[in-house]
């Protein structure tokens, strides 16, 4: 009888595995959202707006994440509230985000107040879409944590992918029929959708604590404002934050350059060169899962993320030497940077519970996010500036052009970076014994 009073429903694979699916719907919607909007600019400079009007829109992402800590804060409100009242919070700002970028861009204004309306709302989703995946990622620990944790959070991950792989594959088919307002309606539409899948979620968050007895004593040691000193002071923290930020610039900043690279150096044309780069969302779609099980099951989570940081430095090799220079060569080059960056995400996120209590884990998640969002606010402008600084070529029939070779060597030095900071956290964990080389999987 004690032993059936202590079954949670996290014990039942359906249920968690059921939990998973639906909580990842919001998370799928808001990623498409996010990378249809990658695809608006050719259709909207055709409407009036210039490459700085977009430039901008896409740069009020990060506005309230980094400059008014809502990230940080939101963070810290997961843990205090929970999931489900900042589930369903995160969900309805991201609507409120998207309707406000909706009516921006179907109202007929003139193009500066377009603009503007549309970079106020899209700092709105950020902020929204930002915070659900904080959110998400506890609610994956809450149900897998000792069970499947990596293999889930890979799982999610991929999912999160396919959102960036339909949003970059249909937004401009529908923004050259129907108008860049219709993308930012089926945005709105599905996120509509997530947040009533959210919702759903949440009553099945109820059945889960109300399965797990001990959950009424645990919140009497809530999470504390103090708990913040806690965190930051815990140097395998700092460790995987610094592997993030630098890791991910040397990614996400590359693919907004990865286009134009194409053309320049492997002379593929501008109709295709997006196709190349496009290799990578799905690469993680396949692989993540696939990691994070062995990680699950076997363990070696510093080894893994060592192993993918490796890969980055190679693949960066590869882009930088001016003779590699046929379009294979590049197929194959972001064949593998989808490897490692299917490897490093895979063991990541897995670790931080290892090192964090689950009571601080929103407020830790939401700093890493907020230290990864500085990298990728910074970086993509200094590349900007060096190729136009120092790369700039003799125009070849009235177009621009540039050598890539120093920002790729740039892009090399962040993996090389990343390399010494995955062998000081193996090296800390060996240390301090967080785990990150067992596996998560607990055998009874």
């Given amino acids: 009888m004690v032993e059936a009073m202590k079954k949670s429903l996290r014990d039942s694979a359906a249920a968690r595995w059921s939990a ?67 589930g369903i919070l995160a969900s309805l700002v991201m609507v409120f985000g998207v309707a406000i970028c909706w009516f921006a861009l179907v109202s007929g204004f003139p193009i500066k107040t377009q603009v503007w309306g549309a970079a106020i709302g899209f700092s709105f989703f950020g902020m929204g879409v930002e915070v659900a995946g904080i959110t998400v990622s506890k609610v994956i620990v809450k149900w897998f944590k000792g069970k499947e944790l990596a293999t889930a959070m890979g799982l999610q991950l991929a999912g999160a ?18 108008g860049v307002a219709a993308v930012a309606f089926l945005g709105l539409v599905l996120l509509v959708m997530g947040t009533i899948a959210f919702i759903l979620y949440c009553g099945m968050d109820k059945k889960l604590d109300a399965s797990e007895p001990q959950v009424a004593v645990a919140k009497e040691d809530a999470f504390k404002l103090k708990d913040i000193l806690e965190i930051l002071k815990n140097k395998g923290f700092w460790l995987i934050a610094l592997l993030c930020l630098i890791f991910y610039s040397g990614v996400f900043p590359f693919l907004d350059y990865a286009t134009d690279l194409m053309v320049q150096k492997y002379h593929v044309s501008e109709s295709l060169a997006g196709l190349i780069p496009a290799l990578l969302p799905f690469g993680n ?19 893994i993320m060592i192993l993918g940081a490796f890969l980055l430095v190679f693949v960066h090799i590869i882009f930088a030497i001016p003779a590699f220079s046929h379009w294979l060569v590049a197929v194959g080059a972001m064949l593998l940077l989808g490897v490692a960056f299917s490897l490093v995400p895979s063991a990541m996120w897995p670790s931080v519970p290892k090192l964090i209590p689950e009571k601080q884990l929103g407020t830790a998640y939401s700093m890493i996010f907020f230290t990864q969002n500085i990298g990728l606010m910074g970086v993509p402008y200094l590349i900007g500036w060096v190729l136009d600084r120092f790369c700039r070529l003799p125009s070849v029939g009235g177009k621009v052009a540039y050598n890539y070779t120093l920002p790729m060597i740039i892009f090399l030095c962040f993996g090389v970076i990343a390399v010494y900071v995955a062998f000081l956290l193996k090296a800390d964990d060996r240390k301090k014994g967080y785990g990150l080389e067992m596996p998560n999987i607990k055998r009874s």
């Fill in 161 to 178: 992918r396919m959102g960036t792989a339909v949003g970059l594959a249909a937004a401009m088919p529908i923004a050259l029929k129907y």
């Fill in 285 to 303: 779609i396949l692989l993540t899962p696939v990691f994070g099980t062995i990680y699950d099951r076997k363990g070696k989570g510093a080894s």
């Fill in 20 to 86: 998973l699916g639906v909580v990842s719907i919001i998370m799928f919607c808001g990623y498409y959202f996010d990378k249809a909007t990658s695809a608006f600019k050719t259709a909207l400079v055709a409407t009036g707006w210039t490459s700085v009007d977009f430039g901008f829109f896409k740069s009020a992402y990060g506005w309230l994440n980094v400059f008014a800590f809502m990230l940080i804060i939101g963070g810290i409100i997961l843990d205090k509230k929970g999931v489900r009242f900042t």
